[in-house]
């Protein structure tokens, strides 16, 4: 699938136009689209308590971590809520994308890590648009070393939370579109699918 396929399927999960798992508590959303490339995918923000999870900070994502690092505990936690039923969905798969917009990436960021990590014999890649940055500076980079992260130039989003903070973004960016010196939140809400062929 090229990147411009799994952006539209991201945004198809996020409006409902592909049904989608929900965890009620969390308000968490996730679709497993099955096919010659089988596709998880996370849709973006869409509802009061996914903001407020959006500014919720620092956690280490898993008890017992030989090398310990940070995750942003708002996207972790939403993740965590589902990472059972994901886990027992991918099980067994081949060939499998996790993919994302904004939020979604974010999500989809942390799920490719926890996937290759319980399922290291599986191919799986990931690819992630305008997403957040979701982890601390001392996770390490080669945990993520199959995902391609998508960024406008100028999308606000993508400097979320600050650099200052300890977050950074992992995996290999492809910025899309002219440079821009004032990031403003129209390169998230409408530049991707333009710049994406």
């Given amino acids: 699938m090229i990147s411009k396929e799994l952006f539209e ?3 198809k999960v996020s409006t409902g136009v592909i049904p989608c798992n929900v965890n009620e ?3 968490t959303q996730w679709a497993l689209v099955k096919g010659e490339r089988n596709v998880l995918v996370f849709p973006y923000t869409v509802s009061k308590l996914d903001w407020l999870q959006n500014f919720d900070f620092f956690k280490i994502p898993y008890k017992g971590m030989r090398r ?3 995750a942003h505990r708002g996207f972790l936690n939403k993740y965590k809520s589902v990472r059972d039923d994901i886990l027992e969905s991918v099980q067994g798969l081949d060939n499998l994308i996790v993919t994302g917009f904004s939020q979604g990436g974010a999500l989809a960021t ?3 890590e926890d996937i290759l990590f319980n399922y290291p014999n599986i191919t799986v890649y990931g690819a992630s648009f305008g997403a957040p940055r979701s982890v601390g500076w001392l996770a390490p980079q080669k945990r ?3 995902l391609i992260r998508y960024e ?3 999308d606000p989003v993508t400097m979320l939370p600050p650099f200052i903070f300890g977050y ?3 995996g290999h960016t492809v910025l899309l579109g002219a440079k821009r010196v004032i990031p403003l939140i129209k390169y998230h809400t409408e530049n ?3 710049e994406l062929k």
């Fill in 110 to 112: 942390l799920a490719l």
């Fill in 68 to 70: 310990k690092w940070f």
């Fill in 192 to 194: 991707y699918s333009k």
């Fill in 144 to 146: 993520w070393h199959n």
């Fill in 25 to 27: 508590k969390t308000d």
């Fill in 152 to 154: 406008v130039n100028g």
């Fill in 9 to 11: 399927l991201s945004c």
């Fill in 168 to 170: 950074k973004h992992v």
